[in-house]
């Protein structure tokens, strides 16, 4: 059981360079959400999902997309990376009871040049 | 506009003192009130939580305390050790239907413990 894993741990991008972080579960919670952590901004949800096929808009969401084909993925793409999106990372799951504790994967730290 | 927020950037204790790490939010509408730990280069991890309905909760060493009225609460740690240095985020769930127990995060506060 592994919990929430994302992939890769660390990435460099150059402005204007695509790439898609992965998020993956094992515990069967149907919601799901992408947060990015900054210095004196604390947590910020990008994008969630309530379950396969549904997704929507977190605070930040501009300059990200989302898919939820599966239970256990959630991808995150940077369209077009710029400078302002280097940040850490974190995806997020829970149960479908939104009483049930959040779980955090380990992060994937950002860098924009 | 920062609908919760830790005003204390940072916070260092001795070991076996009390830690006391404050949280303050303005929309009304949060129902739930939760405190996640973080250490470095990990996610964070969920610590104690509170419902609006009540004042106070506790859990071993972490007591939560919520002052509804002033729109305040507050995270005691007794007694501090040095394994508990960390960065404390406070969390508000947004309750209603469509809101789907979404979570807004304060800053964070570093939390310093010395032994």
């Known amino acids: 059981n592994a919990g929430v894993t994302q992939t890769p741990k660390f990435q460099v991008l150059k402005t204007g360079q695509s790439m898609t972080l992965q998020c993956a579960q094992d515990m069967n919670h149907e919601y799901m959400s992408w947060y990015r952590q900054d210095p004196g901004m604390g947590l910020r949800l990008i994008h969630y999902s309530v379950g396969a096929g549904i997704t929507d808009q977190g605070e930040v969401p501009n300059g990200y997309n989302v898919s939820r084909s599966t239970t256990e993925d959630f991808p995150l793409r940077l369209l077009s990376a710029a400078p302002s999106q280097t940040s850490v990372y974190f995806c997020?799951?829970?149960?479908?009871?939104?009483?049930?504790?959040?779980?955090f994967g380990p992060g994937t730290r950002l860098t924009v040049l | 506009d920062q609908q919760v927020k830790q005003n204390s950037p940072s916070l260092s204790v001795q070991e076996g003192r009390i830690s006391i790490l404050n949280c303050d939010y303005t929309n009304s509408m949060f129902d739930y009130f939760l405190w996640y730990k973080k250490y470095p280069a990990e996610g964070p991890t969920f610590l104690i939580s509170i419902s609006s309905i009540k004042d106070k909760n506790e859990d071993g060493r972490f007591t939560v305390f919520l002052n509804k009225s002033a729109k305040h609460l507050s995270l005691h740690i007794v007694p501090s050790q040095p394994g508990d240095s960390a960065v404390y985020f406070c969390a508000a769930r947004t309750a209603g239907g469509t809101s789907y127990g979404k979570l807004t995060f304060g800053q964070g506060t570093i939390l310093t413990v010395h032994p």
């Open positions: 997020a799951t829970r149960r479908g009871n939104v009483k049930d504790t959040q779980y």
